[in-house]
């Protein structure tokens, strides 16, 4: 065929034919590649501003959110504070009260050193003649047991034992010729210290047919002074 | 031969490398003008195929079928039917058609071919 030059012409002509429709077609699919690569571009990019506006608007939203969330706690902060300060209005003298309250009985417990009026009694052992049992002339624990009792009862505030403070589970047991308080032993004579009312405690002891009268009938010799001024230390102190 | 290739490649390039901006509307008309034209190349390889190939048929079948691709999805567009659906459709399955029949054709060919080589060979032994 190809070599029929008749035919050559025609051959020419279809190719120049063939040639053309296939640049045309190629020039429209590449142009229109080019377009969409165009189109992608430019969609791309508004999705890419949508989405960060999306996440600009949630993030927003997230901090309404939480803005809310502190207002209401606030808001709940405020109303507590609120109902505490009507309480204190309401309580204020009731608190002063209770705070004088724990201070007293910080002191009956000993975890405060006292300062102030108050007596001291003394109980020594007499002397001994020699004739009767010598036990009938020492000072026994329940002396000093009785003593302290009519203190307590009679309203004082602090007591100690030669200097030893007396909490209020202090334990005073007789050790032979010494008393032992809290697992100190002290020897006669003792002195018993108390604050409080100084009339009245005195008052309380020497009642008639009271203590003082049992311990002078005991043989013992007491001797009471008034004191402006005791210093007795807190138990931790004074167990030290 | 090389020459159809030759003048695809070339176009391609052309079509790449040019910068002209048309409106976005008519986007849809180049997308049935690449199929129009696909269309009649393959329709072309297949009448040449099957000897039945003429200069004329071709390329007013080529441009006719670009433009009434093009007409029809203009007719659409306006008439608010996606008539340009009908278009994509039809050189869709005739793109398809036209494939299937150069692949029967080329197969035919080549077991021919194999079969008379063979005879040759037979032959010459």
Redesign the interface.
Known sequence: MKNNPQKSGVWSRKYFVILTVCIITGFIIGYSYNLSKDNRQITSSPTLYTQQQDAYREELIEQQERNKELAEELDEILETIRKYEKEYTTNEERYDELVEEAERLRILMGELPVTGKGISVTLRDDDYTGVTNPNDYIVHESHVFNVINELKISGAEAIAINGQRLKTNSYISCNGPVITIDGNQYPAPFVIEAVGDQNGLIGALEIGGGVFDQLLNDNIVVTVEKKEQIVMPSITKGNL | MW????????????????D?E?P?VY?NY??I??LA??D??FG?IRAQLQQV?D?KV??TG?FFNIALAAGLAFLGVHIGVDLYLAAIFAFGVRLFQNIAVIRRILITRWEEYRIKKRKNSSESR
């Open positions: 020459l159809p290739l030759l003048g695809l490649i070339l176009g391609i390039a052309l079509g790449v490398l040019t002209i048309i976005s986007e180049l997308s003008a690449v034209a696909l009649t190349m072309g190939y200069d071709f390329i080529f």
